[in-house]
């Protein structure tokens, strides 16, 4: 006979919902805004961040300010309960400067944010062994070698390590994702990706990569089964930026324009990207690889303001939308400014 823990147990997985935002490049191409609009239109009973950590910058403009986030999902802005899931590393002192600075601006973020039991902490040592990285030209917040302690299992657990003083009461935010996700109530979750497919430590151009899994799979590692996979929201750019070691910069001087009209400057480090035109054989595999469903567009403005006077704009639409077509994308958004996104806008 079969022994259930709990009476709930006996339930399939169609309780359980999830959309995914996904970035298709390398990072920066405004995931943060499309998850926060997202979350402002609702429905979700949970925002998830399934990758990365501190080295993460999404910038997100709130009820007229400018907030950065790194560790903390986008549902704090909307009273979302807000999971770093266990694919995510965690520094401690920095997640606390984090919450510091979104409560200062007057979000409510410890009463939303929890932290998956089974996540790594990024400790003192793998930040100073990051410190020292050319090679990739990391963000030197210690996540490549927290990642490959999880791997030798040498890592530090959320659930085993102690926050003390200040970070004491992160320890009540702990929880195990199971009992979060699994609950045999009706759970809508958003899953919200750091980083992008370019950087992907399987998928990306190695080992200039991130140390995390940046994909749509990536995202089911944490604790979301296949069944609930709806809609998947890629995310790319008009143009490409990379911030890295490796030679990414295309030639001319347009595209040292897009670095200073779509200031191409990194959230977290501050560093200037490298940026090249869009690749769309890349952006295609993206979209397949993920299994997009809504692909969005951003910063057309941008290039719009330095491609003026060149007739770019039907074409690039046009060749965007047949790209989609062919790679099963059902809507594709084209998004013009920084504050409002999905201006529905659709592609005919
Ligand atoms: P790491 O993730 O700090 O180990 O850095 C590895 C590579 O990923 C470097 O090229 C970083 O610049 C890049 N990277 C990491 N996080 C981000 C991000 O959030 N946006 C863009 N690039 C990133
Ligand atoms: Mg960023």
Redesign the pocket.
């Known amino acids: 006979m079969l022994v259930y823990k709990k009476k709930n147990q006996q339930y399939p997985n169609a309780n359980i919902k999830a959309d995914f935002v996904i970035g298709l490049q390398?990072?920066?191409e405004g995931k943060g805004k499309i998850t926060h609009d997202l979350c402002r239109e609702g429905g979700y009973t949970h925002v998830l961040r399934f990758n990365?950590g501190p080295?993460?910058?999404h910038t997100i403009y709130h009820e007229g300010q400018k907030l950065v986030t790194h560790h903390v999902p986008s549902g704090v802005f909307f009273g979302i309960r807000s999971i770093i899931g266990n694919g995510c590393v965690i520094d401690p002192e920095r997640l606390f400067d984090e919450i510091k600075e979104l409560e200062a601006a007057g979000i409510d973020v410890v009463s939303n944010l929890r932290i998956a039991e089974n996540a790594h902490i990024i400790m003192e040592e793998h930040k100073n062994e990051?410190g020292a990285d050319e090679k990739?030209?990391?963000?030197?917040?210690g996540?490549?070698p927290a990642y490959r302690s999880k791997y030798d299992r040498s890592g530090a657990l959320v659930r085993d390590y102690r926050f003390s003083g200040k970070l004491s009461f992160l320890t009540d935010l702990v929880v195990d994702l199971y009992d979060e996700l699994h609950t045999g109530e009706d759970t809508y979750v958003l899953c919200e990706g750091?980083?992008?497919f370019g950087?992907d430590v399987d998928w990306g151009d190695y080992p200039?990569?991130?140390?995390s899994h940046c994909t749509t799979a990536g995202a089911l590692l944490n604790g979301i089964p296949p069944q609930a996979v709806n809609r998947v929201w890629g995310v790319a750019k008009a143009y490409e930026t990379?911030?890295?070691?490796k030679n990414f910069q295309g030639y001319g001087r347009l595209l040292t324009e897009l670095q200073e009209v779509g200031q191409e400057f990194?959230a977290?480090t501050g560093?200037r990207r490298q940026t090249n035109w869009i690749d769309l054989d890349f952006l295609a595999k993206s979209c397949r690889m993920n299994g997009v469903t809504d692909l969005v567009v951003n910063k057309m403005d941008i290039m719009r303001e330095v491609m003026k006077g060149e007739h770019w704009e039907n074409d690039f639409k046009k060749e965007v939308s047949t790209l989609a077509d062919a790679c099963g994308v059902a809507r594709v958004f084209f998004s013009d400014n920084p504050h409002t996104i999905l201006s529905k806008e659709a592609a005919e």
Not at 136 to 141: A, E, F, K, S, Y
Not at 242 to 245: D, E, I, P, S
């Open positions: 390398y990072g920066d990365g080295n993460a910058g990051d990739i030209g990391t963000t030197r917040r996540c490549g750091a980083q992008g950087i200039f990569v991130t140390s990379y911030v890295g070691a990194g977290t560093r």
